[in-house]
C-alpha cells in the first residue's frame, strides 16, 4: 500500500510539470521573440511571428517587417528579464500578460528600459507563434518594485 501511495504521488508531481509546461509553452515562445531580438536574428523573430502579426508599439501599428526593420546589429547588449503576471490558455489561442525589463549594456555603460506587455499567440503546427503583441513603456519610478524579474537566456 505504500509503495502505491508514492507512486501516485510522483505521477501527480510529474502530470502537474507537464501541465506546467504546456501552460506556459505560451510565455516561452514571448521569451524567444525577445531572445530573438537581443541575438538581431530576422528568421527567427519571422519564425516566431505570425504572418499578419500586429505590434502595437508607442501609439504606432507596426507589422514583422517594420519591427524586423528596426532592429539592427549594434555594440550594445541587450539582456532580458521577465515576470509573468498571467496566462491563459483556450485551445489553440492563448494571452499573456508579463512585465517586461530590458537592460543594455555597452563599453559606454549600462541602461534599462520597462514595459508591461501583452501578447496574442496562435497554436498552429504544434508551436506557438505570435499574433499580436501590445508594448507599453513604463519609467523606471512607475515600474513595481516588489515583483522578481528574472533574465531569460536561451
Do not use: C
Not at 510529474?14 to 531572445?35: D, H, M, R
Not at 541587450?78 to 492563448?94: C, D, E, P, Q, W
Not at 563599453?107 to 506557438?128: C, F, H, M, P, R
Amino acid at each position: 500500500m505504500q509503495k502505491f501511495k508514492v507512486l501516485s504521488f510522483l505521477s501527480i508531481i510529474f502530470f502537474s510539470f507537464i501541465s506546467y509546461g504546456k501552460e506556459n509553452a505560451p510565455f516561452l515562445t514571448v521569451q524567444e521573440f525577445f531572445a530573438a531580438t537581443s541575438a538581431v536574428d530576422h528568421n527567427r523573430l519571422r519564425e516566431i511571428a505570425t504572418e499578419d502579426f500586429q505590434l502595437l508599439e508607442v501609439g504606432e501599428v507596426w507589422g514583422i517587417d517594420k519591427f524586423v526593420s528596426v532592429i539592427k546589429p549594434t555594440d550594445m547588449k541587450r539582456l532580458n528579464y521577465f515576470n509573468l503576471i498571467s496566462t491563459k490558455v483556450m485551445g489553440n489561442v492563448a494571452w499573456v500578460s508579463y512585465w517586461n525589463k530590458a537592460m543594455f549594456v555597452s563599453d559606454d555603460g549600462e541602461g534599462q528600459a520597462y514595459w508591461l506587455e501583452s501578447a496574442v499567440l496562435i497554436k498552429t503546427n504544434s508551436k506557438w507563434r505570435i499574433q499580436m503583441l501590445h508594448s507599453t513603456r513604463i519609467e523606471e519610478e512607475r515600474f513595481p518594485k516588489d515583483i522578481v524579474m528574472t533574465e531569460f537566456i536561451e
